[in-house]
């Protein structure tokens, strides 16, 4: 399945192989700025600009549990890998971690000094990054909330964030117009790429590639390797064309999402 939300405050889910509308969940009151799918598909989380995070099952549409999440827009929402956590985050410069089978408030991280826009857990679990308005990017542990580094160097809001497969690096894109590498347990500045401003990056699954996407152009950065003292080898961007277009190199069976402005898209 896909799954899209916009500034209708619907969310819908699509079949992801023949485009067919399976289903719009409705119970938002105005736009809706996240979604996300569970790890396993059956469940989706939502957030938008009511304050609200909605916990749906995505087999049937029905809307399983509303959080009242933030006082402020909510701008991102996400499960952890097993399910069983939520993340939001919103305008009120708040990150905040919720037991997604009960809707528990399970603790509050405090640091950024504006809306955050992005975050993302670590594979395991265990680790949690933030991006927001204040040109930061910040990792915490997500078992105590605890700050463990603050990432400098954006030189404008940092519009999304994500871990590597193996948690060891993070990579962050920004209205600056750079993405930028990062070793996740130092802290240290391993890349920068310059591409188009207000980036949005994911890692691909199963591979140390990133793709980045923006409002004209997106690309895969391939990251495989790294030279003898562990830095990532500079290698050229795979692909580049406009957004509409990556369905023409993708292999058989592989998807890749897209979504514009408050717009945004996933596949389970």
Request: hydrophobic fraction near 35%; charge should be negative.
């Amino acid at each position: 399945q896909l799954a899209s939300a916009g500034i209708d405050g619907t969310v819908r889910l699509w079949d992801a192989r023949t485009g067919e509308l399976l289903r719009t969940l409705q119970g938002h009151v105005d736009s809706v700025r996240s979604c996300a799918f569970s790890g396993d598909g059956t469940e989706l989380v939502s957030a938008g600009e009511d304050g609200t995070v909605r916990l749906w099952d995505a087999r049937t549409g029905e809307l399983l549990r509303t959080l009242q999440a933030h006082e402020d827009w909510v701008r991102w929402c996400a499960f952890s890998g097993d399910g069983r956590q939520l993340v939001s985050a919103g305008d009120d410069g708040e990150v905040r971690l919720w037991d997604a089978r009960t809707g528990e408030l399970l603790r509050t991280l405090q640091g950024h000094q504006g809306w955050v826009l992005s975050c993302a857990f670590s594979g395991d679990g265990r680790q949690l990054v933030s991006a927001g308005s204040d040109r930061k990017v910040r990792l915490w542990d997500a078992r105590t909330g605890e700050l463990l580094l603050t990432l400098q160097g954006h030189e404008g809001s940092v519009w999304s964030c994500a871990f590597s497969g193996d948690g060891r690096q993070l990579v962050s894109a920004g209205e600056d117009g750079t993405v930028r590498l990062w070793d996740a347990h130092s802290g240290e500045l391993l890349r920068v790429s310059t591409v188009s401003r207000q980036g949005h990056c994911v890692w691909s699954p199963g591979d140390n590639r990133v793709i980045e996407a923006s409002g004209d152009a997106w690309r895969w950065m391939g990251w495989l390797d790294h030279d003898e003292n562990g830095m990532p080898t500079r290698l050229p961007l795979e692909h580049f064309g406009l957004v509409p277009e990556p369905k023409r190199w993708l292999a058989p069976g592989e998807l890749i999402q897209s979504g514009h402005s408050r717009k945004v898209a996933g596949i389970s």
